[in-house]
């Protein structure tokens, strides 16, 4: 039989040899396993070669425009042009002229050199009423232009006030003729006052600050726009301004001498902003004290107030109050002056005009005020048109041939502003000629 040995057998593997299972089920530890192989990308179709240019940009060399220079430029004037004919004869409108106005209607006069820098001054002249055509500025004497003439004569002889706004289709010439205005007012020595363009005080392009008014409410001042206003005064009216002073101690935050006379004291408004208000409400207390001949210098002479751009300054402005509310124009405190002038709330002692224009080119919707011109302008054109139609109505029960019918006042009416009840005069009219002829 067979026995185990009881000697163990000997290994043929070296001592140092690591004893292994003869069989293993784990999986075998690689240093460096096999990369799984990557899934090819499928070929895409083969795109041509296109050529990018970079973009042609050219770089600006000039020098870019000032603060103030495009406006300067868009509103900038030409009033001679010497490449144009010179027209012999050609009067100027003096102050003998316009006392005598009524004789040059329908004709051209030239204006002063003088009224030309005043007007300049006061931002008169438009860059679109054509003054670069011609050699030096001139204007057509209207029947509108002797109406105004004459109520200025009597205001100087009664210093009475009158207040008016001017209304019309655009190209009507308004602006003209508170240019007119502006000259006849300023040839026959008084103080001159004009609002450019009101649409440039209610557009938020100015800065302004809240005040604290007397009765409680809040008001706004504008202290640049004031300045400038003050800056255009002072030049426009620098000779009768000279021989005037103050009369009484302006309340302003510096000392200022007791007897400055006015264009010194509207020159410090205007080369100060801070100040520009507090001049301004003592120099307009100033205009509107009673004349006293007797003392030098404080003779006050009949004010004329222009204002361009009527619309503007009677609805809402582009200002915004601390609530993010819009401000109202008649709260800009410089417009709610001019419209107290022109509504009689603040008189003018010593006489003057109130002359506000409407804007026809680029106005605004402010139904109220259109309702209000046109109420006004028929009750003012009743009178004349009934008189019109009653002349007429003589002459037909007087004539035998109603061919004879003198129909010339009726042609120089203009045909789109007749009223209703005019209109149906005229058809009773035509309706009688019908029965005279049968």
Known sequence: CLKRSLVPLESSLPPTAVQRAAFSTSPSLAVNPPKKKAVGAKPTARSGKSLKLAKNTRTATARPPAPGERKALRKRVVLSNTNALEVHGLQDLSKDSVSKLREYEGRVLGLSNDSVDALRALEAFKPNQGWSLFRRPATLVRKETVELAEMMSDIKETQKVDRRVLAGEKGSGKSVLQLQAMTMAYLQGWIVVH?????????????????????????????????????????????????????????????????????????????????????????????????????????????FVGLDG???????????????????????????????????????????????????????????????????????????????????????????????????????????????????????LKTRLRSTKD
């Open 310 to 428: 009527l619309e503007f300054i009677m609805r809402d402005s582009a200002y915004l109050s601390a609530e993010a509310q819009p401000v109202h124009a008649h709260d800009l405190l410089l417009a709610r002056d001019f419209v107290k002038l022109l509504s009689g709330s603040t008189n003018l002692p010593n006489g003057g005009t109130v002359l506000a224009a409407s804007s026809a080119g680029n106005r605004p919707s402010v139904p109220t005020l259109d309702f209000f011109l046109n109420r006004n302008h028929l009750e003012a054109c009743n009178k004349t048109y009934n008189a019109i139609v009653d002349r007429l109505a003589q002459q037909t029960s007087m004539l035998k041939n109603p061919a004879e019918l003198d129909l010339t006042e009726l042609e120089n009416l203009p045909p789109n502003s007749l009223p209703p009840f005019f209109l149906s005069r005229l058809d009773d």
């Open 195 to 303: 609002f450019p363009e009101a649409k440039e005080m209610t557009i938020a392009h100015e800065a302004y600050q809240p005040v604290k008014l007397e009765d409680g409410t809040t008001g706004y001042i504008q202290p640049q726009y004031t300045a400038h206003l003050l800056s255009n005064f002072a030049k426009a009216n620098h000779g009768l301004l000279n021989n005037l002073r103050l009369s009484k101690e302006p309340k302003l935050p510096v000392p200022v001498q007791s007897n400055i006379t006015l264009l010194r004291f509207a020159e410090l408004g205007a080369t100060d902003a801070e100040l520009a208000w507090p001049v301004w409400q003592a120099l307009w207390a100033e205009l509107l004290a009673p004349s006293q001949p007797s003392k030098e210098g404080l003779h006050r002479p009949p004010i």
